[in-house]
């Protein structure tokens, strides 16, 4: 064995033997003395953003000054500390005998009870003005067991769960920490993090801003390849994996590599012998109905759509791979020559992610009638797209800017009937589904919408936004539609986030405005939201990514000016 591996072996074991005294000590602790912990971390978030997002940056090759910078402090620290701010409040009702959802507002859709999560306060009704989301319970859970069982784990803080291991990401930075933190509080297991390979820089200022569970004793940090992230899975001493990544990578730990994985598979005995759970993301689709446009909707939504999959480059787990649009709309045309200078024009990024290059030849050499669009022609549009069970861009993450558009016939009801059967049956992966919709179309559509949104066989759905919203709001949930396999896992087994730790959750239900403030107030949806700051095209995205995520960790009203000023400028 080579020296390196033997010396990171010994880190995992010595990083293992911690946790063990550090699981005692967290069972001894109680609700307030781990909401204290929080409530540092928070403080911490803060304190090292900046230092979090230079990092990231720089991973990313976005050059100082990029507005791209601003997906880094909304995906990164934002994303933290508005979730630890949430667990926190969370620890405290649990800490005083009342129900994280005490307060919340309950709701009915179809036969499922809904839990309001978005917004929650005054300020999400002015910060994220038109946005809404739901979590849907399974089918029979009413809502005052809903509030009995809210608070998972820690209804029994003493009894704990071992050590779990977390396999972080490596493309959205905040991905890795908050499933670190769900692994703690959902689940009352220590936590043995192993960052991404393509992460390992940002090891130093995530053991900063974790540093209060770091001297707890209750999470560690590791980096290495990938003997070992397989060492730590498989180590004795860990009673549990999560694991953020594709399905390839997910088969390999539970059931190992070649033809011996293919007759453990057959056999179902799998080589991981403990439980895992995962988000695996898969290939999205984003439903676009037929309605009466107008120019300048057209090319919002285009961007709109330019930014699901451009968004970090086009690797995330829930970028939009295929737009699924309806043959017979008049207005399809103008829609796909407005897509087509979206995403031509999206601003120019280094291709950092390993192996996006390959992937993306792999996408032309099987397309090799795709338009080469955007700064040296890095990113593929491929139209003309079939619905059949062999069309390759329908069942392979590329994790890379390729972009198709799947044509379905119908009018009306007819056809979001049929879109639904496609996003169910033809795309692999059950992450995220978007739908894009005239408000005269949904309210024309009526029951029929209502019902493909019950249909739709997807963790995050989203309507007029993009299902990220889903993953940076902390009180959703984030994960696959129940279900799945060791043996099938598609988008993964298991959630995270829901940081009011609310217990047998379906899915989440994002909605969103059709158009941006102020022409949203001038066509009678009552929304102030400017364009997002999130979107690629967004000019003041890292002034006001920067403005948000400090907010999030101190929320003040003397904050908003500034950030108001900032985001209707973008």
Known sequence: MQTEQVAAEAAVDAALADLVEGERGWARLPLPGRRALLDRTLA???????????????????????????????????????????????????????????????????DRVTVRVLP???????????????????????????????????????????IGAVLGAGNITSIAPLDTLYELVAHNRVVALKLNPVTDPLRPVLEKVLAPL???????????????????VRHELVAHVHMTGSAATHDAIVWGTGAEADARRRAGTPVLDKPISSELGGVSPTIVLPGRWSRADLDYQAEHI?????????????????????????????????????????????AYYPGSADRSAGA?????????????????????????PDEPLLSTEYF?????????????????????????????GTLGVNLVAHPDTIAALGAEFDDAIARLRYGTIAVNAWTAVGYLTPTAAWGAFPGHTLDDVQSGIGIVHNAWLIDNVERTVVR?????????????????????????????????????????????????PALFASALRG
Not at 53 to 75: N, Q
Request: proline share 7%.
């Open 120 to 162: 929650t306060g005054l300020f999400d009704e002015l910060l994220l003005n038109g946005f809404r989301a739901e979590v849907w319970l399974r089918r029979g859970v009413s809502s005052a067991a809903a509030k009995a069982e809210a608070g998972l784990a820690q209804l029994d803080p003493a009894h704990t769960g071992g």
């Open 512 to 560: 969103g405005p059709f158009r941006p403030a102020p022409r949203s107030v001038l066509h009678g949806e009552w929304t102030l939201a400017p364009k997002p700051p999130w979107f690629v095209t967004n000019r003041t995205a890292d002034t006001t990514g920067r403005l948000l995520a400090d907010f999030a960790a101190d929320p003040r009203w003397a904050a908003l």
């Open 44 to 110: 911490l978030t803060r304190e090292h953003a900046g230092e979090w997002v230079d990092t990231a940056a720089a991973i990313k090759g976005l050059a100082p000054g990029s507005a791209l910078r601003g997906e880094e402090w909304l995906s990164g620290p934002y994303a933290l500390a508005s979730a630890l701010r949430v667990l926190s409040h969370t620890l405290g009702e649990l800490a005083q005998g009342r129900s994280p959802l005490a307060g919340a507002t309950f709701g009915a859709a179809g």
């Open 400 to 428: 890379a800017p390729v972009l198709g558009v799947v044509e379905v016939a119908g009018t009306g009801a007819e056809y979001l009937r049929a879109a639904v059967d496609v996003a169910n049956d033809r795309f692999v």
């Open 364 to 388: 032309h050499a099987t397309y090799p009638g795709a338009e080469a669009l955007g700064p040296g022609g890095g990113r593929l549009l491929v139209t003309g797209l079939g619905t059949g």
């Open 214 to 232: 770091v001297e707890a004793g209750v999470v560690r940090v590791l980096t290495g390849g990938p003997a070992v992230g397989a060492y730590l």
């Open 306 to 350: 330019a930014t699901q999959r451009l968004h970090n480059g086009g690797y995330n787990c829930v970028a939009t791979q295929a737009v699924v649009l309806p043959a017979d709309w008049p207005q399809k045309d103008e829609f796909l020559t407005a897509l087509r200078a979206a995403v031509e024009r999206a601003p120019a990024r280094p």
